[in-house]
Nanobody, 117 residues
Framework: QVQLAESGGGLVQTGGSLSLSCVAS????????MGWYRQAPGKQRELVAT???????RYGDYVEGRFTITRNNPKNTVYLQMTSLKPEDTAVYYC???????????WGQGTQVTVSS
């Protein structure tokens, strides 16, 4: 199995910045897609960003231009740099990996991001 461990969540003011990290262990493969989803109370889980092993990134419509996803393949780590944060960014952020061949998803435990107005 793949284990994912997020860190970096917390409380930030509107307009501020926060950076999340996720370290993968276990049977992670270099070409696994990695990324972030988020879920706010009463809402469905939504895409934040994903990134391939080659560095191709995809962003959700509401975060593109403010968030940046990167990864360090030798360290099996994916990062999310968040800037210009808004209260509507408040959610639990979950790290994700996806096996390309089988489409199997793995999920972290989540880290809370709270943006105060």
């Amino acid at each position: 199995q793949v284990q994912l461990a997020e860190s970096g969540g917390g409380l930030v003011q509107t307009g501020g910045s926060l950076s999340l990290s996720c370290v993968a262990s276990g049977s992670i493969l270099t070409n696994d897609i990695m990324g972030w989803y988020r879920q706010a109370p009463g809402k469905q889980r939504e895409l934040v960003a994903t990134i391939t092993s080659g560095g191709t990134a995809r962003y959700g419509d509401y975060v593109e231009g403010r968030f940046t996803i990167t990864r360090n393949n030798p360290k099996n780590t994916v990062y999310l740099q968040m800037t210009s944060l808004k209260p509507e960014d408040t959610a639990v952020y979950y790290c994700m990996s996806r096996r390309l061949q089988t489409a199997r998803y793995s999920w972290g435990q989540g880290t809370q991001v709270t943006v105060s107005s």
